[in-house]
T-cell receptor
Framework: KAGVTQTPRYLIKTRGQQVTLSCSPISGHRSVSWYQQTPGQGLQFLFE???????NKGNFPGRFSGRQFSNSRSEMNVSTLELGDSALYLC???????????????FGNGTRLTVT | AQSVAQPEDQVNVAEGNPLTVKCTYSVSGNPYLFWYVQYPNRGLQFLLK??????LVKGSYGFEAEFNKSQTSFHLKKPSALVSDSALYFC????????????FGSGTQLTVLP
């Protein structure tokens, strides 16, 4: 069974640009969660999507947005990039979502975003 | 509100010795507790979880964790450390009575010395 796939693995962007990251969950998983990981702030929750609906949202500005498609694939968009957006962005999928049956999250290997 | 603390940024242990990575939590109700491990340039991998039942939970790769409700702790343990156990370990918690997402600790870098 294929794992969670995130593309691209690495990305370099300039301040002010926008970026779209993609996540394909494990087959049959309907929930996708996004996290930002930085050395200083650790793992911070961005949002969770379940069956194309945003179910939970973290404390990030509106420049960070996401969506989920009918095949459960998810995209995350960051507009007007800032230097502080440089981070590893991780997505995680699960069958029933984070408020569900406590099945573990399955993480992708992340997209390393560098903003210059 | 829910929170989790990993008081040690770095833990060093000699190969073959027992290891402990500490985690304490705070939730309003009953906790659901998880441990994940992250190797360099990889995502997090699930190790084990406590939902209910026995306080000692066994997981992958010989790891186990002990739930202690009175001390609100969920320490990760392994009887004999391997060099390949060197990685970043995260504890996570969710309040059983809520539909909120997991809250992760800040992570503990474990280094097993040969």
């Amino acid at each position: 069974k294929a794992g969670v796939t995130q593309t691209p693995r690495y990305l370099i962007k300039t301040r002010g640009q926008q970026v779209t990251l993609s996540c394909s969950p494990i087959s049959g998983h309907r929930s996708v969660s996004w996290y930002q990981q930085t050395p200083g702030q650790g793992l911070q929750f961005l949002f969770e999507y379940f069956s194309e609906t945003q179910r939970n949202k973290g404390n990030f500005p509106g420049r960070f947005s996401g969506r989920q498609f009918s095949n459960s694939r998810s995209e995350m968009n960051v507009s007007t990039l800032e230097l502080g957006d440089s981070a590893l962005y991780l997505c995680a999928s699960s069958r029933t979502g984070q408020g569900g049956d406590n099945s573990p999250l399955h993480f992708g290997n992340g997209t390393r975003l560098t903003v210059t | 509100a829910q929170s989790v603390a990993q008081p040690e940024d770095q833990v060093n242990v000699a190969e073959g010795n027992p290891l402990t990575v500490k985690c304490t939590y705070s939730v309003s109700g009953n906790p659901y507790l998880f441990w994940y491990v992250q190797y360099p340039n990889r995502g997090l991998q699930f190790l084990l979880k406590y939902i209910t039942g026995d306080n000692l939970v066994k997981g992958s790769y010989g790891f186990e964790a002990e739930f202690n409700k009175s001390q609100t702790s969920f320490h990760l343990k392994k009887p004999s450390a391997l060099v390949s156990d060197s990685a970043l370990y995260f504890c996570a918690v969710r309040d059983a009575g809520s539909a909120r997402q997991l809250t992760f600790g800040s992570g503990t870098q474990l280094t097993v010395l040969p």
